[in-house]
Structures are given as C-alpha cells and as structure tokens.
T-cell receptor
C-alpha cells in the first residue's frame, strides 16, 4: 500500500528552529517533495530530495533517508509568515508514470 | 499563461446538479493532476494525465466523477449528480517531466465547490 505520515500540528516560537518529520511507505520511490500551503491558498513548492542526505535552501533544509523511508523539513530563524501547513509528498513511479502522493500535512503555528 | 488557471474559483450548487471545473495548465507542461482537498485535510489524488491520456483514474471517488484533457492543454473535471460530500476545494496542478529537473507540481488556486 501507500502511506505517508506526518504530525498533525506543531507550534514553535519566532526565531527558533523546528523540524517536521515525514515517514513513507510506497510501492516505489522517485523523489520526495515538501510543499508549503498557507490557509486558503494553493500549495507552493519548497524542496525536492531524490538522493540520501541534506538539501539546503536558505532558511529551509530537507533531509532524506531512503532506507528508512524518512524525511524531515528543517525551518530555521522562524518568522510569523512561516505559519502554514507543510505537505510531504512522494513520487511513486509504479505503473510506469509518476504519481505524487501527499501526506495529510502538518499545521505549523509560529508564536511571538 | 504564467501560471495554472482554474475556473470557477467558487461554485455553489444544489444537490443533484452537475458541475464542470476547468483547468488551464502552464503552457508546455505535459503532466496534469487533479486533487481534492476537504476542509482541514490533505490532498487526495483524483486523476493524472500524461498528454491527453489518463493512465491512472484510481483516485476518482465514484463513477459520478470524470475528467478529460484535450490538446495536451485544458482539462475539465465533471461531477454528475453532486452530493454534499463532494464539497471541497478541487486543485489542479501541472508539471514538466523529463527535463532533468525535479518535475515539481505547480498548483492553481483551486475551485471551491459547495453542494447545498
């Protein structure tokens, strides 16, 4: 089957660091994505990992371990505008095409 | 256009009526996806198009749902005999695969459907 798990909610303080975890079980694997979604808006692309290790992009970093079926998104120097849902998604090439399967998302609330 | 465009942005309909939702992907994007997002929930995969073909329709909730894509461009999602549980935001996304990049999805703003 296909399953992607993330914590439902997290809270953090402005200026701090927060790590959002994602575990997955899919038929196949061809990349993992993180998206940010503000309330009432469309998801926007944050990061992509296909090989093991850490990808850094400004205040945001994403890590992948394929053997463990595990990823995390690290947000540094949190700002109030980072309050949003963070969606983990896995591209599953089973069947010869690429379907992106999303987790339920993690709602992050950043407090002053 | 510059981004993925969806219409209508908001649709209120009565139970039992048919609705059509339209998606205009980014020009040149070969892959097109439809997702459904209920209030406070994650994205539920509905259907995927590669060109004008839909290799995976497994996410369509019932035979009341159908979708087509023409000219490797515009796609229409049709819901017949709408039910209250169909109320959700329907998101369309497109991507460009096979160019060496990650092939990330670019989402439209969504069509919010309310079935009374």
């Amino acid at each position: 089957g296909q399953n992607i798990d993330q914590p439902t909610e997290m809270t953090a303080t402005e200026g701090a660091i927060v790590q959002i975890n994602c575990t997955y079980q899919t038929s196949g694997f061809n990349g993992l994505f993180w998206y940010q979604q503000h309330a009432g808006e469309a998801p926007t692309f944050l990061s992509y990992n296909v090989l093991d290790g850490l990808e850094e992009k400004g205040r945001f970093s994403s890590f992948l371990s394929r053997s463990k079926g595990y990823s995390y998104l690290l947000l540094k120097e949190l700002q109030m505008k980072d309050s949003a849902s963070y969606l983990c998604a896995v591209r599953d090439p089973a069947g010869g095409y690429n379907k992106l399967i999303f987790g339920a998302g993690t709602r992050l609330a950043v407090h002053p | 256009g510059a981004g993925v465009s969806q219409s209508p942005s908001n649709k209120v309909t009565e139970k039992g009526k048919d609705v059509e939702l339209r998606c205009d992907p980014i020009s040149g994007h070969t892959a097109l996806y439809w997702y459904r997002q209920r209030l406070g929930q994650g994205l539920e995969f509905l259907i995927y198009f590669q060109g004008n073909s839909a290799p995976d329709k497994s996410g369509l909730p019932s035979d009341r749902f159908s979708a087509e894509r023409t000219g490797e461009s515009v796609s229409t999602l049709t819901i017949q005999r709408t039910q209250q549980e169909d109320s959700a935001v329907y998101l369309c996304a497109s991507s460009l695969l096979g160019t060496g990049g990650p092939g990330e999805l670019f989402f439209g703003e969504g069509s919010r459907l309310t079935v009374l």
